[in-house]
């Protein structure tokens, strides 16, 4: 893929995070999500590309924009796959809390898992601790290795994990290693990004998210030297039926980064509410400014970016 791509997508981020910010704490998750949706959606539409959406807002009956299956871009080359959430946190942005993001990921044809909407039993870990986890092993036994690895005791590990009734056993064990915990509303791909970040303090992530948000995420850690590990979790019959319609043809499998998002890959975000990785949209008079990321996985190089956006003179798509 052409280097120059990366900063087309944060174009991309960047008009879904401006989008939806100004839907920031009025409670109406809905509106905040069509918002972002149709920011992204327009200005992708305006790349050089010939790009499928394999993983977004749903299948085509549920979703009128970015479903799954989709195809943005111009139509010319280059062939690439899409993976996006135009607003990673619709609940966070609806009560005006913190890191939410616009995400969107990319990689040549056939390198992202075709995950399908349901859930995902997740490990994710910075490079310091890449390569020490196995998602097969019990949450005790991945804290004590990821200790092992970076240096510390188990009692100076923090483990991020989303704040879920189904995690009860696991915050019990987390808890009885001494490991420390940040509970989290929503968030999960920032969450697993700021496993790479030694100023967030957080070490691991554990847990079960989105399987979609576990494609996104991936993509990211591949880019800044990360790992992470993940295996389907169907809550139904029909989500079974579904995954093998996308051509998941083993219920069981752990599946490891590069299975996720294989390949060279790109990432971008924008910052919709501020965060521990990027600060959110803040608005001035006749406009605002953003704060973005940009990846590549193939060079490893990680570009942040302030931009100001000034109202009266938006880009015609």
């Given at each position: ?36 949706v ?27 924009m970015l ?8 139509g010319?080359?280059p ?57 097969r ?57 700021a ?13 079960i ?9 991936a ?14 979790k ?12 996308m ?6 499998r ?5 299975d ?28 605002a ?29």
């Amino acid at each position: 893929m052409d280097r120059n791509l990366a900063l087309e997508f944060i174009r991309v981020t960047e008009a879904a995070a401006l989008a939806s910010a100004l839907l920031m704490g009025r409670g109406d998750e809905k509106a905040a999500d069509q918002a972002a949706v149709d920011g992204m959606r327009r200005t992708l539409n305006s790349i050089h590309m010939a790009g499928t959406v394999v993983i977004g807002e749903g299948e085509r009956d549920e979703a009128p924009m970015l479903y799954i299956g989709e195809k943005v871009g111009s139509g010319e080359e280059p062939k690439v796959d899409i993976a996006l959430d135009p607003l990673e946190g619709t609940t966070i942005t609806a009560i005006g809390g913190s890191n939410a993001l616009s995400v969107i990921a990319v990689a040549n044809e056939g390198q992202f898992l075709h995950a399908p909407d349901t859930y995902m039993d997740k490990i994710a870990v910075g490079p310091a601790a890449a390569g020490c986890i196995d998602i097969r092993k019990s949450a005790s036994e991945n804290i004590r290795a990821v200790a092992e690895c970076i240096g510390r005791r188990p009692d100076e590990v923090t483990a991020v994990i989303l704040d879920r009734p189904r995690h009860s056993e696991l915050i019990k064990e987390v808890r009885a290693t001494g490991a420390r915990i940040k509970l989290i509303r929503d968030g999960d791909v920032s969450a697993a990004i700021a496993t790479c970040r030694e100023d967030t303090g957080i070490d691991i992530l554990l847990g079960i998210g989105g399987a979609p948000e576990g494609v996104i995420a991936a993509a990211a850690l591949r880019c800044v030297g990360g790992d992470m590990q993940g295996v389907l979790k169907f809550r139904n019959d029909e989500e079974r039926e579904r995954a093998k319609r996308m051509g998941v043809d083993d219920f069981n499998r752990a599946y490891t980064i590069t299975d996720l998002a294989g390949g060279d890959v790109m990432f971008a975000a924008t910052g919709v509410t501020s965060g521990d990785f990027l600060q959110g949209v803040r608005f001035f008079r006749g406009g605002a400014h953003t704060h973005s990321v940009v990846m590549r996985s193939k060079s490893g190089t990680v570009r942040y970016i302030e931009a100001t956006h000034h109202f009266d003179s938006k880009p015609v798509y």
